[in-house]
């Protein structure tokens, strides 16, 4: 089992950056492969990115690509979202999430079996 701990999240201006972490406890992170989700008010969750156990993997939601980067360190059982560009769209509480081995959706919550408590991203226009 792991705990997911999300921090990095505030206000920011349009065109502004910002960097998510998400600290995992246990010695196995390297076990889980990870995903950073978000959701809006009144919208449902939605995947940002996802990489494999050693990073080498990475998935991205659309139309995020090049603003957004997920990265990870094991050594420091950590996750990062490098967030550049923000718009107000990108707006919503973000989750971190974790699921053991490579295999399986990355896109969907449901292929996710640990989650954090969520960081809020508020970007003004």
């Known amino acids: 089992q792991v705990q997911l701990v999300e921090s990095g999240g505030g206000l920011v201006q349009a065109g502004g950056s910002l960097r998510l972490s998400c600290a995992a406890s246990g010695r196995t992170f390297s076990s889980y492969s990870m995903g950073w989700f978000r959701q809006a008010p009144g919208k449902e969750r939605e995947f940002v990115a996802g990489l494999t156990r050693n990073g080498l993997n990475i998935y991205y939601g659309d139309s995020l690509k090049g603003r957004f980067t997920i990265s990870r360190d094991n050594a420091k059982n950590t996750v990062y979202l490098q967030m550049n560009s923000l718009k107000p769209e990108d707006t919503g509480v973000y989750y971190c999430?974790?699921?053991?081995?490579?295999?399986?959706?990355?896109?969907?919550?449901?292929?996710?079996?640990?989650w954090g408590q969520g960081t809020q991203v508020t970007v003004s226009s």
């Open positions: 999430a974790a699921k053991a081995g490579d295999s399986g959706t990355y896109y969907y919550i449901w292929g996710y079996a640990y």
